[in-house]
């Protein structure tokens, strides 16, 4: 198990993973930063950004030297999207932005609701589960992806070593509270004994563009990472940042729109006009 820093402060809470799957999209820088809470900027390449969703079959959830097991056997799934957090005398810090999460686990959700104060959206339930369920861990194990050998050319990130210093080394793991006045930022050691990159897949694609209010052609398939045995080790209490709302950090009235859909507009009100 891979272990923290040593000045890490107690409690420490441990996740442990079996799969994880990484499916990502990359989406307009725009439409991006409307999800993204100052004082967090999201990291774009050539005007776009990325985002993963992301699946995994859970082991357990425990805390280091503390209270017994607070899950174990459960599925979840999560949106993240990376980010950089940039403060005066402070070196940048870069991180994953938590949009979305899900899990079937009672002791997952609960303590995300109660420590960082986020309310999960999404559910993540076995077979035979609630209608809307999805069941990760037979994903998973159906959907296994095919190892690249090289880098596909086409990913708006230079190579897998890009993708997992943005997706699976964060520094930290910004969580934004339910009432959006805060941001959470945990100091957050990832470790896998195995990162394979896989052909870039659709899988979730209609989930995340409904998720972000975007048309599925906005939402572009890009890439996937598969994770074997991997340890994700947190460390609490977390930083609380003051958040800005995103549609401020970006500008009041700048809500991203598409540009097929500003032509449109821009000729009916001109049609207006004329008739007038």
Not at 80 to 88: R, S
Not at 245 to 270: N, Y
Request: hydrophobic share 40%; glycine share 10%.
């Amino acid at each position: 198990m891979a272990r923290p820093p040593l000045e890490w402060p107690i409690p420490v809470y441990v996740v442990e993973l079996r799969d994880r799957l990484l499916t990502c999209f990359r989406i307009p820088g725009p439409a991006l930063r409307d999800h993204v809470p100052g004082p967090l900027t999201p990291e774009l390449r050539h005007g776009q950004g990325v985002v993963a969703f992301c699946q995994g079959a859970g082991r357990c959830l425990k805390s280091v030297g503390g209270a017994p097991t607070l899950a174990s056997e459960f599925r979840y799934v999560e949106l993240l999207t990376p980010v950089c957090y940039q403060t005066a005398c402070r070196s940048a810090v870069r991180g994953n932005l938590l949009l979305r999460l899900g899990a079937d686990s009672l002791g997952l959700t609960r303590l995300v609701r109660t420590a960082l104060e986020f309310s999960p959206g999404w559910h993540a339930g076995r077979p035979g589960g609630r209608s809307g369920s999805a069941p990760v861990a037979e994903e998973l194990q159906l959907r296994r992806p095919r190892r690249l050998d090289t880098w596909e050319g086409g990913s708006l990130l230079a190579g897998p070593e890009e993708a997992e210093a943005l997706l699976v080394h964060p520094e930290q793991y910004f969580v934004p509270t339910r009432d959006g006045k805060a941001i959470h930022a945990i100091p957050l050691h990832q470790y896998a004994r195995r990162t394979s990159a896989a052909p870039a897949a659709a899988q979730g694609r209609e989930r995340v563009a409904a998720e972000l209010g975007l048309a599925l052609e906005h939402v572009v398939p890009d890439h996937v990472l598969f994770q074997k045995r991997c340890t994700h080790t947190w460390s609490f209490p977390p930083e609380r940042i003051p958040a800005v709302p995103a549609a401020l950090s970006a500008g009041v009235g700048a809500r991203w729109v598409p540009a097929s859909a500003a032509i449109r507009g821009s000729g009916s009100r001109s049609g207006h006009r004329s008739a007038r």
